[in-house]
């Protein structure tokens, strides 16, 4: 690292980090990344590969956008259209459950992606509940099931708290597989929570929070998987869906803040303070690809990824031209050789 500074003592430092230029602090010892910053992983046994990471997202917070897109069939729709694949691939862990029937998984692709494309990797899960849905296919809605998660919370001999063990066991199984590929993934379970519309967040903060907190500790404490950033999505208080606070789980439990489809400069603010800036704060899900000239001014995003390309952008790829266009978007060919961390 290299200090330089001027007879009036304004001073900058410049730093490499994972082959980029990292500015660090400019005019007198004004530092461009959040002062309160503390992102040590919230999992006290997270693999090196984690922490990279979380050290790798640090390093962009407030510097430029990560790109990334749901689904691999979209992301090489993105390719196809802009020349270039996005960053971040995102997954979905929704029929993992061996009652699903199906057994679609992605955990190949998870691996092909991080290993062979070296590209970054995240997971949501529209879980579909344990018992009571009317179509599986669509059991994560809240109209669309009759399961009761304070009820079953309630009694962990029940068959429903049995089936929500069962459940967590068998996603956990998948991300063994690709703790022992050394993948790290950004995983956000039960996202949206406050927005009612999935079981998990259908009956209030307390059930859903003692939910996402059983899941932590049977992956983290009982799988011993430590190969997760965790990604908790919230709500701003602008949004009109409830305190924000009142559904976070914790700084102890949740490595990034991530915001689904409220991209204003006041709804970054808002979950910025929600942890007081300890935790960084990131896009998971938006239709279109933010502008990432704001990067630098109002809404430093560490990430975004955007949503069914193929299906509701048919007629226009305006957005995410420009966005994979612009210098300030890391895109898959601009990140480290990830797969060496």
Known sequence: MKSISSARSHAF????????????????????????????????????QVRALLDFLKAQSGNGFISGQVDLGDAEWVK?????????????????PKRMGSQTQDTSIAIDWYQKKHGLVTYQWHWSSPSGASDPGSGFYTG????????ALRDPKSADYQGLLADIDDVAGQIKVLSDAHVPIIFRPLHEAQGGWFWWGAKGPASCLKLYKLMYQRMTHFHRLHNI?????????????????????????????VSDYNEKKQDFDDLTRLTNGRKMVALAETMNAPDPSRVLTDTPWVYWVTWARRDWHKESNDDMK???ANPLTLTLDRLPDVSKW
Do not use: E
């Open 144 to 151: 669309k099931t009759t399961f009761d998660l304070p009820t």
């Open 229 to 257: 950033v965790w990604a908790w999505t919230a709500y701003p208080a602008s949004s009109g869906k409830g305190d924000p606070l009142a559904w976070y789980p914790g700084d102890d439990c949740v490595d990034v803040v």
């Open 13 to 48: 430092k410049i730093s490499s980090q994972w082959g980029l230029i990292c500015l660090m602090a400019l005019a007198q010892g004004t530092s461009l990344l959040p002062v309160k910053a503390h992102y040590q992983p919230a999992d006290p046994k997270a693999t090196r």
């Open 80 to 96: 196809t259209n802009t020349g270039k694949y996005p960053a971040i691939l995102g997954l979905d862990f929704m029929h993992v």
């Open 322 to 324: 420009k966005a994979i």
